[in-house]
């Protein structure tokens, strides 16, 4: 089956827009006729025959032109505008999904700056640029009609063209790999700003922040020099073709005086050679002047491009049903990504439902790249990943994720309400389900603590809330939807021994509802509650048994507490 590429597919509708934009730029470029046929009429015909009536005749019929020269622009733009909203609405939800995929292979390759290149080209293609860029091909007509009143008129309007086309043809050579660099240069400030900043509390509190000031300065400055410095040229260049114009002007009236004088063209002839050539070199020097937008737009279609090119779409799936549970992992490998050499091999396990697994080992022994194998994060680079006998990359990642409960080492919660974290941003949640979740979790009581309880805005990364509070939504999170399989790192790494012993009643009420857990942890009195255990060390599995076998420990008996019973509100 092979995959539609979005980006292509939004492109080829807007082609279909586009015709329709030149069409109404051969009327608009017809009607810019109006102004010199009118002035030729008024000096050639109206000031000779001293006719009023003739006069007022031809003024309202260009009116009448004019407003539907005016409204025709109008009309175009609209177009575009929609145009442009209709082709962002094509390619956005395609994008962020690549966006994301591309994060997940490569972490510092700072994908995220192409979600901007959408805007940078929709406003290209629905504003002046692309409209100076239909209005070109009307040049050699207007020059063709200067031609018709006289030769040498047409060669001084041609002269004015070919030089106002070689400044721009200049601009792009002499600006090009300086806004590419800046452009480089201005992502990287920006990535490290946004990731910087993520360790605000760190940077205040070891006195980083002069020092990583300093090289964000460094890193900005260097992009605003290469800005300044493509300016600069941009600018002259700019300059030169402003006074070529307005010299041309000067000159074609010159040229149309001296032509006049000779007896060889009429004065209102000599008027409309001029608007003519003005309407010529018009869309010429627009080119020039939206020449940085136009490289903008080309950069950010290569960058379009190349991402959709690069990062398949994925396929429609066959809607497996609901899992039980039922996990498989045979002579797994996983390399992360950026890297060759794998960081886990030869890893097999199985994990039934009603029963929990212990990942034990070392720091740096493979279990937080185990966990992301299992969850989808990182594909098995070797060896199979089954949930119900279905490899993972045979369900799709949304449905895949709804039966799926992670609770990563480090919790990052997002920019919202507690209650939007809980229920993992989706569209019309139940409030039942929320608070389902909260209290299996243990958490209800200490979301309603909170200042605005459910409704709590977090904030981004949730720094408002300590590092237990987060762990504890964070696990709520997990057991949202009531999934099938429930995948734990390091859950108690923050929690205090209240929390600690929450978590112990909550695996256990899990494992009797018959749901399948693991669970990173180095604390023996939480990998007691396993009936088995899989230990690693240097990235190999080295042993996979019962947990009392292999760790020669007792089990913690912890008594199941019922959930705190629900208190009826909205959170809506």
């Not at 629905?126 to 007509?141: E, F, M, N, Q, Y």
């Not at 600690?500 to 180095?522: M, N, P, W, Y």
């Not at 396993?530 to 240097?538: F, H, P, Q, V, Y």
Request: hydrophobic share 45%.
């Amino acid at each position: 089956m092979t995959t539609i590429n979005p980006f292509k597919a939004a492109l080829k509708t807007y082609q279909t827009i586009l015709v329709a934009t030149v069409i109404f730029s051969v009327a608009i470029n017809l009607l810019m006729f109006i102004s010199p046929i009118y002035m030729l009429q008024v000096y050639d015909r109206v000031l000779h025959s001293r006719s009023e009536t003739t006069l007022v005749m031809i003024t309202l019929i260009a009116l009448a032109g004019l407003a539907i020269y005016a409204l025709l622009e109008w009309v175009r733009s609209r177009v575009l505008v929609r145009a442009g909203l209709r082709f962002d609405e094509m390619i956005a939800k395609a994008l962020f999904n690549r966006v994301v995929t591309t994060t997940i292979r490569q972490p510092n390759g700072k994908s995220e700056f192409v979600l901007g290149d959408v805007d940078r080209l929709r406003e290209f293609l629905t504003g002046s640029g692309l409209i100076a860029i239909c209005d070109v091909p009307w040049v050699p007509i207007f020059i063709f009609v200067c031609f018709m009143f006289h030769p040498m008129v047409g060669y001084v309007a041609l002269a004015g063209a070919v030089i106002v086309f070689a400044l721009a043809i200049a601009n792009e050579f002499m600006t090009k790999k300086t806004l590419n660099e800046a452009s480089g240069l201005g992502q990287s400030a920006q990535h490290f700003a946004t990731t910087t900043l993520q360790n605000i509390e760190a940077i205040r509190a070891l006195g980083m922040e002069s020092s990583l000031r300093s090289r964000w300065h460094d890193m900005h400055r260097g992009m605003l020099e290469k800005q300044a410095e493509a300016s600069d040229s941009a600018g002259a260049i700019q300059s030169v073709s402003k006074f070529v114009r307005m010299g041309l002007q000067t000159l074609i009236l010159g040229v149309g005086a001296y032509l006049v004088l000779e007896s060889e063209i009429s004065p209102g002839s000599m008027i409309a050679c001029s608007i003519l050539m003005g309407r010529a070199l018009q869309p010429v020097d627009q080119v020039v002047g939206q020449w940085k937008q136009f490289v903008g737009a080309r950069q950010a279609y290569s960058r379009l491009s190349q991402i959709f090119t690069q990062v398949p779409g994925e396929e429609d799936k066959t809607q497996l049903p609901a899992p039980t549970g039922n996990l498989s992992v045979s002579n797994l490998a996983v390399v992360p990504p950026t890297a060759r050499t794998p960081l886990l091999q030869g890893v097999s396990f199985e994990a039934v439902p009603g029963e929990a697994v212990a990942l034990v080992g070392p720091s740096g022994a493979g279990k937080s790249s185990l966990m992301r194998a299992l969850v989808g994060i990182w594909p098995a680079a070797a060896g199979s990943i089954r949930l119900d006998g279905a490899e993972l990359q045979h369900w799709d990642p949304d449905l895949l994720g709804k039966h799926l409960g992670y609770l990563p080492q480090s919790v990052e919660l997002f920019n919202g309400s507690v209650a939007e974290n809980i229920s993992r941003f989706q569209v019309g949640a139940k409030d039942e389900d929320v608070l389902m979740a909260a209290q299996q979790a243990r958490v209800h009581q200490m979301i309603q603590n909170l200042p605005d309880g459910y409704d709590t805005q977090i904030g981004v990364g949730g720094r408002s809330l300590s590092g237990g509070q987060r762990q504890r939504i964070g696990l709520a999170r997990a057991l949202y939807g009531d999934p099938a399989l429930i995948i734990l790192d390091e859950p108690n790494a923050n929690l205090d021994s209240e929390g600690e012993e929450a978590l112990f009643q909550i695996i256990q009420e899990l494992k009797g509802r018959g749901k399948t857990i693991l669970f990173v942890s180095h604390k023996m009195s939480l990998v007691s509650l396993a009936e088995k255990s899989l230990i690693l060390a240097e990235g190999r599995m080295r042993s996979f048994g019962p947990t009392q076998e292999l760790l020669k420990i007792k089990p913690a008996l912890k008594p199941v507490q019922p959930p705190e019973a629900p208190q009826t509100r909205s959170i809506a």
